[in-house]
């Protein structure tokens, strides 16, 4: 199934580290929308209280209005839609870079894709995001970015090869980010979770 993609309203004023591949199903979160649309992205929904949608008013696709006193962000509600229709693979931009409080309730949006049987990543300019949990993954290097991995949840043990500072059967805690700022030292590098869950960063030098 295609991904989708979920614009969210923290500033892009630059190229994505990753593009979004045109063939999506594209969901604008509020603000998202005038992301959605300056991005070159006419939105399948949008989905918002609309309290942050200044100037351009949505005119394409499916449009879902909330009220604003609600419990969900209007990220994580675009993110349950997404899910809803069968989307798993979900990337999510305008989500990091703006608001500290958003970008955090975003990393925990990503947990909760995981936990409904979905893949999520935040992307930004500068930086991505994504949460996996037990198994075996590769992650190709990106030039000139920052390799990072937390404990995500508690403690989680770990084995990471192909990088700067390698690891094996290390067990690392949320108390201590010993993870930060590793680099990819070849075309790829090997992550097992043996058990717990990890957030990985990739960050821009």
Not at 99 to 109: G, M, S, V
Not at 169 to 196: D, K, M, W
Request: proline content about 3%.
């Amino acid at each position: 199934m295609k991904p989708c993609w979920i614009f969210g309203g923290a500033p892009i004023n630059g190229e994505l580290m990753i593009e979004p591949a045109r063939d999506s199903y594209i969901i604008a979160a509020d603000s998202g929308y005038s992301l959605a649309v300056r991005m070159g992205f006419r939105p399948d929904l949008t989905v918002g209280d609309f309290d942050s949608l200044t100037g351009e008013k949505p005119s394409f696709g499916e449009i879902i209005s909330v009220n604003a006193e609600k419990d969900d962000t209007d990220t994580s509600l675009a993110v349950k839609k997404a899910l809803d229709l069968g989307y798993r693979d979900i990337f999510i931009t305008g989500a990091i870079g703006g608001r500290l409080d958003h970008t955090i309730a975003n990393i925990q949006t990503l947990a909760y894709i995981k936990a409904h049987g979905g893949h999520g990543r935040l992307v930004g300019e500068r930086d991505t995001a994504e949460i996996i949990g037990e198994g075996t993954y590769s992650f190709k290097r990106i030039d000139e970015a920052y390799f990072s991995v937390f404990s995500y949840g508690g403690s989680s043990c770990v084995t990471i090869s192909g990088v700067k500072y390698p690891l094996e059967r290390y067990t690392l805690v949320n108390t201590f980010p010993l993870g930060v700022s590793n680099e990819i030292t070849s075309q790829e590098c090997s992550i097992t979770v043996i058990s717990g869950e990890i957030l990985v960063i990739f960050s821009k030098k």
